[in-house]
């Protein structure tokens, strides 16, 4: 599609008087095939020219009369557009090609030239189980890790673990009060948090529970010995639970920076406030005046000296650029935090920080449940482990019953159940909520990975059947399409590249998803009406290598969404 889209704007400049890359910034995709594959819209030369947009297209076709390119060979003028339309041949040949020759880097590029990106994600609070709450930052955060990766980025993950607070502090009062230590051996963070909303439960009859919490917190923060020990365990232990999760969803970070690792920056942070006099003292607090900016204002310390949670964010953004240099720190965090980091991204600015500008909000919906919001004090919480090993346990049932002789059943059903989850939330536009329901997220057919993962398991099953030699590269076949099914399949491939940058633009894995989906159905429609292993040899050939194409772009589409794309289902 690039290649196309350099072809026509070199074609194009001349004729209107523009640079190659203006041309190549207005081309677009159609709504509709039959308007052709590209096109040129006439808009923004009706006021030089002094003519109607038609009018301009109808000319610009007429220059164009008669002139073919490599991979396009004819134009045509519809209202205010110029639509140019490939060469089947010719464009199946570079499509089908590129996907051979790049294999599992279909899709890939080199635009970010080895730039740091800092992905900000998942981000689970410790002693508290690993609700599916947190499925949404932890899938969208590591899709976009994989997908800046395959841009030529340099991903950095960062989970910025929820390790202090007053939480702790109740925490430890729990413990000593009502903990056991054998018990807590046996499922530590289910216990911890057993042990917390016990808390929050007790505290109602014994509000001195409160002050004591406090207290304890207190001995946290000078580091006192016995109070730091408490924490060290309870956070290790939190640690180990979560990274069998992570691990079994693939998933990594390079560092694990909670808001403890910022205890001994945050002071640099208020001296700096203070001393580019944009903060000022209000009742013993100390504040940032945001009114001018349309903001509420922003408490960094409160009168008895402690700090908030927006200190510490500005301590973690300027260690960030400082140790990794960013070409761009994302964050992605809830909808509901919008607020936060409009008033983060402003302070930032405000302290003279240029690169504030490279730090952006990935805001999502939440996860609504019938019975209401999940609260984690109220002891509502519905355990993301419980959610995979049930996805797992229906894929396997299904496996079972659709293919009983399948060699490795487990792994096939890992694979499915999880990327069932995986693809439910991914799937669907992340600024929107989502209610969670097992019946969507379990739900194997239609718009599903395992749709989309039991097409590419069908082209595996195709290609192992075929003669070997008729899976080699034959630049003859690679021009043999001619089917409108087939044409269309060529060009749904052709546009993975340009999915990978669209996702990565908008910070919107549901855009490679969605496409996905497109990929898989057009594939269906292909195979239902085009029969591959009993066609003639030319034509086999040729189909092999469009499967083997359409196999590459599902499964390298799929790993750019963390989902695994297994050959056997």
Not at 332 to 339: D, K
Not at 472 to 497: F, H, M, S, Y
Request: glycine letters at 6%; aromatic letters at 10%; a negative charge.
């Amino acid at each position: 599609m690039q290649k196309l889209r350099e072809e026509i704007g070199e074609v194009l400049a001349p004729l209107v008087e523009m640079e190659t890359d203006q041309v190549l910034g207005l081309l677009e995709i159609p709504p509709e095939p039959e308007f052709g594959d590209l096109a040129f819209p006439c808009f923004t030369l009706a006021k030089t020219l002094k003519k109607p947009p038609p009018v301009i297209a109808k000319e610009l076709s007429e220059k164009l009369s008669g002139q073919t390119g490599r991979l396009w060979d004819k134009t045509e003028p519809r209202g205010p557009y110029l639509n140019f339309y490939i060469a089947p041949k010719a464009y199946s040949h570079e499509v089908l090609k590129k996907a051979w020759e790049e294999q599992d880097q279909y899709g890939h590029s080199d635009q970010g030239n080895g730039q740091n990106v800092t992905i900000d994600y998942s981000s689970p609070n410790i002693a508290k189980p690993f609700g599916v709450g947190h499925i949404r930052s932890t899938v969208i955060g590591h899709s976009l890790y994989l997908i800046y990766r395959a841009l030529g980025y340099n991903s950095i993950g960062i989970n910025h673990l929820g390790d202090w607070g007053t939480q702790f502090g109740k925490l430890i009062v729990a413990f000593n009060r009502w903990g056991e230590e054998d018990k807590l051996k046996d499922d530590p963070v289910e216990y911890l948090y057993r042990l917390y909303v016990q808390f929050h439960q007790e505290v109602e009859a014994d509000p001195a529970l409160d002050d004591e919490a406090r207290s304890w917190f207190k001995k946290l923060e000078s580091g006192e010995k016995e109070a730091v020990s408490y924490w060290e365990h309870f956070r290790q232990l939190s640690l180990d639970a979560y990274a069998s999760i992570y691990s079994r969803l693939g998933i990594e970070f390079e560092y694990y920076h909670g808001e403890s690792h910022y205890n001994q920056m945050l002071e640099r942070v208020i001296n700096m406030v203070q001393e580019q006099q944009i903060a000022r003292e209000s009742e013993g607090a100390l504040i940032i005046d945001l009114e001018p900016y349309n903001l509420p204002p922003v408490m960094l310390r409160k009168k008895d000296g402690a700090t908030l949670y927006i200190t510490r964010d500005l301590a973690a953004a300027i260690y960030r650029k400082e140790t990794f240099d960013f070409a761009r720190s994302l964050y992605v965090v809830g909808a509901e935090q919008t607020l936060h980091f409009q008033q983060l991204f402003k302070v930032l600015e405000l302290l003279g920080f240029n690169w504030a500008s490279q730090c952006v909000h990935v805001p999502f919906g939440m996860i609504r449940f019938k019975e209401g919001r999940m609260s984690t004090r109220a002891g509502k919480i519905i355990l993301l482990e419980e959610v995979l090993d049930r996805a797992v346990a229906m894929a396997r049932d299904i496996i079972e019953e659709k293919n009983p002789d399948l060699a490795d059943k487990e792994s096939a059903a890992e694979a499915v159940g999880l990327g069932a989850v995986r693809f439910g939330d991914l799937s669907n536009d992340r600024v929107k909520n989502i209610e969670f329901d097992w019946e969507k997220v379990l739900d194997f057919s239609g718009e599903t990975a395992a749709y989309i993962q039991y097409a590419h398991a069908r082209i595996c099953s195709i290609i192992r059947k075929a003669e070997p030699g008729l899976m080699d590269w034959n630049d003859e076949a690679a021009g043999c399409l001619q089917k409108e099914e087939e044409i269309t399949l060529v060009k749904t491939l052709a546009r993975l590249p340009d999915k990978v940058i669209d996702s990565a633009e908008s910070f919107k894995p549901s855009i490679l998803a969605r496409y996905l989906i497109d990929v898989a159905r057009e594939f269906n429609r292909f195979y239902h009406n085009c029969p591959v292993l009993s066609s003639e040899p030319e034509i086999q050939q040729a189909r092999l290598l469009l499967i083997n194409a359409t196999r590459q772009v599902l499964a390298n589409g799929l790993a750019l969404l963390g989902i695994t794309a297994p050959e056997e289902m």
